[in-house]
């Protein structure tokens, strides 16, 4: 079972036990669904998710056996559709009054794909991993540039940074997760249970726990 089918409640299953449009873990549900289905519109066969490259469209996860129908949440009753598939499912417009369309905007350049909150995330992560790095250098007796300089530094690498991230998140977040473990260690040695040995865990792992969310809520894909 996948990290997002355990954060389904099969309570939910049933439309009855909550108020509003969708359930609590509607979020699990569609991804799930469009996990199943490769990313790919069920009525038209248009892929979007690692798929799509340039291309991509936004997908829904469509009720086959409508709600107002007895239908129920259960993925058996759920299918993935591309954007206009979905509406074309429906004799009404389903972007009007309080509708909310299935899941964040996806922006891609080239193969690269992330929502919104997934490019915040990886310029968090090269920006804090590129601070890091700077500071150990500096600690380690190089002597700093002018101003100017170390401010073009500090930009394109983490602009450079960010579509590393992008393009490899699991990759980057196991690499830094593995360096953390690594610095938490030594400190462990160097420290114990003391001031320093937080202060480093407070650096180091942070861009970790960030990648590691940003990967798990498919901000980043």
């Avoid at 439309?15 to 469009?34: H, I, L, M």
């Avoid at 340039?54 to 993925?75: F, I, T, W, Y």
Wanted: proline share 5%.
């Amino acid at each position: 079972m996948s990290t997002l089918e355990r954060q389904i409640n099969s309570r939910y299953d049933d439309p009855d036990t909550y108020s509003g449009d969708r359930p609590p873990d509607w979020e699990a549900r569609r991804k799930t669904v469009y996990r199943h289905d490769d990313w790919t519109c069920q009525s038209c066969g248009r892929q979007s998710g690692p798929h799509a490259g340039d291309e991509g469209v936004r997908l829904h996860a469509h009720h086959v056996v409508p709600l107002s129908d007895g239908g129920s949440n259960q993925l058996s009753n759920l299918e993935t559709l591309c954007e206009p598939c979905h509406q074309n499912e429906h004799d009404h417009d389903i972007f009007t009054g309080d509708w909310v369309g299935d899941g964040p905007h996806v922006y891609t350049v080239g193969s690269l794909r992330a929502t919104a909150r997934g490019i915040f995330a990886a310029l968090a992560i090269a920006l804090w991993t590129v601070l890091v790095v700077r500071l150990i250098a500096l600690s380690g007796g190089y002597a700093p540039m002018a101003v100017e300089r170390e401010a073009a530094l500090l930009v394109g690498a983490t602009l450079l940074g960010s579509l590393v991230v992008v393009s490899k998140p699991l990759f980057v977040t196991s690499v830094l997760g593995i360096v953390a473990a690594v610095m938490t260690a030594v400190a462990w040695t160097d420290f114990g249970l003391s001031p320093e040995f937080g202060l480093i865990g407070a650096i180091v792992w942070p861009p970790v726990i960030l990648g590691a969310w940003a990967i798990a809520c498919d901000y980043i894909q």
